[in-house]
């Protein structure tokens, strides 16, 4: 048994969605028309957004026109109305059904095309259900131009014809209080409505995976069916990531210790707790120590007033951090938070809070960023670790979590280039899905007053290409070894439809115990998607570019091919196939000339890596490997004969 049945990191519906039953009748047939879904990172609220897209489009006669609407990256007016055009786009054979055609409704400006989609809509009498997703977007929007947000909540609020669906974290509470000459964006959307643990029939339901037909059912044992169960508290993400350790360790301790010691369920956990009020984060601390507590207790140690702890526990409690015992007291809800919470800090350690330091203040309004600063109340920079195009890398600690990571911080030049911002906030955005041992983990996407920056995992090797310039040419085993763990890492990219467009030597990096990450997804971007930069520029890096992206037509899978074809001739022999002074020419030289036969600079080169090369080098993408399974096919059967 695989546990492929469980879906980790990314968004499912249909037969691999489960639970949250009542609250998708409450979005569906329920008397509110503005409704916002509040949840923590990893509870599912993209895929519940996606469940509710699906069950509209089934449902006869149709009430609902159900149209998906992003809005991750619509931090600007033109960014937001583009996002929206993308989901008209995305629902076109929907209004096609309808009579109406998507384009009819492109606008420079969200808030008139959402008002005329309505519109029509209405007079063929349906409902318009917009579902957004990544609300949290909506704040940065609101510090950058009130007037749109004013614009987008008049189109949200002001008709009958419209149903608006938000999902968010708890940062969006920021615009309940917004400050304007009317009612705060989130009026109508409050109280929200929380999307937490699973109730514990959907909780057993998802383990043993009961949509599937019987006998497609992984074979799980009614007594780990509870355990997993319990120690996940119900949460969907926890389950299915200790589901599919499970079947992939053979052991339900091994999976639980092993899903407790992951570092990116860590850094969700301390995304979220960073999220969280004081009072809030103190009723866990004293939770984590104590085990168990009744409101009373809990009030009695943080001397606090009785409405700030009752209405703190109560939003713990819908969150899903804690649940109450049989006695009625509190307990975490998970094994997995609680041992958080108790090895993410020495215990002496005081949560830190409380207004920036001087230091921080000088730094985030785009001082001098420098070994020592400490970013956001968080990060302490220990020394510059790499310095590219648009950003700089540091390795630091994160003081929340007392655990080494990585940190690029955008250039202060680059900060006011709003096609510079969105290449750097993507490398979060198109990856957040990718779950592949050989793609570098992003964590979080920031902003500090101005001061933009991306928090992955700390590699600590050297680059691929400090390898090659100390070294040249690789052993064979090496090679293969190499390319096989990043056409792995392409493999996860290309199935989500997703381009690299810079796969180099430099992008290729090392961990301490010698494994290679593909990393840099700035320049990334999903098959068939409009590009960041200007019509007629070219992107990517001369020497390793395809000859389609060095000619600017369109781009597939097979151009990253290509790209790892320049990087396996380089490990191969110690030269590139091609070599000039002048971009330009470099570019002609990878759209005309025929590449060197690698045994013409390494005699001893095992036939089969020279075939495999030469054909990942074709100038025609369809003489190419197809895709990169089957790349991975001859270069499984090349490291078999070493």
């Known amino acids: ?202 909780a057993e339901d998802l383990i043993a995976q009961r949509n599937l037909p019987p006998e497609s059912r992984p074979k799980i044992d009614p007594a780990t069916v509870t355990r997993i169960r319990a120690e996940c508290g119900h949460h969907p993400y926890l389950m299915q990531l200790v589901c599919k350790r499970y079947f992939e360790l053979g052991s339900v301790d091994q999976a639980i210790e092993a899903v407790a010691s992951d570092e990116m369920v860590r850094h969700f956990f301390g995304i979220d707790f960073g999220m969280l009020t004081g009072v809030e984060q103190d009723a866990l601390e004293i939770l984590s120590a104590s085990g168990a507590a009744d409101s009373g207790a809990i009030r009695e140690r943080l001397m606090e007033g009785d409405e700030e702890v009752r209405s703190g526990l109560y939003r713990l409690e819908q969150l899903g951090y804690i649940h109450r015992n049989p006695t009625g007291s509190f307990e975490i809800a998970n094994h997995f938070f609680r041992h958080w919470l108790s090895t993410r800090r020495p215990a002496q350690m005081p949560v830190q809070r409380g207004p920036r330091s001087t230091h921080d203040m000088n730094l985030v309004h785009g001082g001098s960023v420098a070994a020592g600063s400490l970013l956001d109340r968080r990060y302490r920079l220990l020394h510059q670790a790499g310095d590219g195009t648009f950003g700089r890398v540091f390795k630091a600690v994160d003081e929340l979590l007392r655990e080494t990571i990585a940190v690029k911080i955008l250039k202060q030049g680059m900060a006011l280039d709003a096609d510079a911002v969105n290449r750097f906030r993507q490398e979060i955005v198109l990856t957040r899905d990718l779950a592949h041992p050989n793609i570098v983990r992003n964590y979080h996407f920031g902003e500090c007053q101005g001061t933009f920056y991306l928090t992955m995992k700390w590699l600590g090797g050297p680059t691929l290409a400090a390898i090659l310039r100390e070294r040249g040419a690789l052993p064979i085993a090496q090679i293969v070894t190499i390319a096989s763990k990043v056409t792995g890492a392409l493999q996860a990219a290309h199935r989500q439809r997703l381009l690299h467009r810079d796969v180099k030597p430099s992008n290729i990096i090392f961990d301490e115990e010698g494994a290679p990450f593909l990393t840099d997804f700035g320049l990334a971007r999903l098959v068939g998607a409009p590009g960041l930069t200007q019509q007629c520029m070219f992107i990517g890096t001369p020497h390793y570019a395809s000859p389609e992206q060095g000619a600017l037509k369109p781009l597939d899978h097979r151009s990253d091919l290509y790209s790892l074809g320049v990087v396996l001739f380089e490990m191969a022999t110690g030269a590139l196939p091609f070599a000039s002074e002048s971009a330009p020419e470099q570019l002609r030289m990878h759209q005309s000339s025929p590449p060197p036969d690698p045994r013409s600079l390494r005699p001893a080169l095992p036939e089969p890596l020279t075939r495999t090369i030469l054909r990942l080098l074709e100038k025609d993408p369809a003489r190419r490997y197809p895709d990169a399974d089957a790349l991975l096919e001859d270069l499984g059967a090349i490291g078999a004969t070493e």
């Open 1 to 202: 048994m695989s546990g492929f049945q469980y879906v980790v990191g990314q968004w499912v519906r249909g037969e691999k969605f489960y639970g949250h039953a009542g609250t998708i009748e409450e979005v569906l047939n329920g008397p509110r028309n503005s409704i916002w879904l509040l949840g923590t990172r990893r509870i599912g609220k993209t895929s519940f957004l996606k469940q509710i897209e699906l069950l509209a489009q089934q449902s006869k006669p149709s009430r609902y026109l159900p149209i998906f609407w992003d809005l991750q990256g619509s931090v600007e007016e033109k960014e937001l109305a583009a996002s929206f055009n993308d989901a008209l786009l995305d629902a076109d054979k929907r209004l096609a059904a309808l009579g109406l055609s998507s384009r009819s409704f492109h606008s420079d400006d969200a808030a008139e095309g959402l008002a005329g989609l309505r519109r029509e809509l209405e007079s063929r009498g349906v409902q318009l259900l917009l579902l957004c997703d990544e609300a949290e977007e909506l704040i940065t929007l609101a510090r950058k131009d009130p007037r749109v947000l004013l614009r987008l909540r008049r189109a949200f609020h002001s008709q009958e014809g419209v149903r608006v669906v938000l999902t968010s974290t708890i940062r969006l509470w920021e615009l309940a209080d917004q400050a304007t000459d009317t009612s705060p964006f989130l009026h109508g959307f409050v109280p929200p409505v929380y999307l937490s643990r699973l109730a514990e029939n959907e």
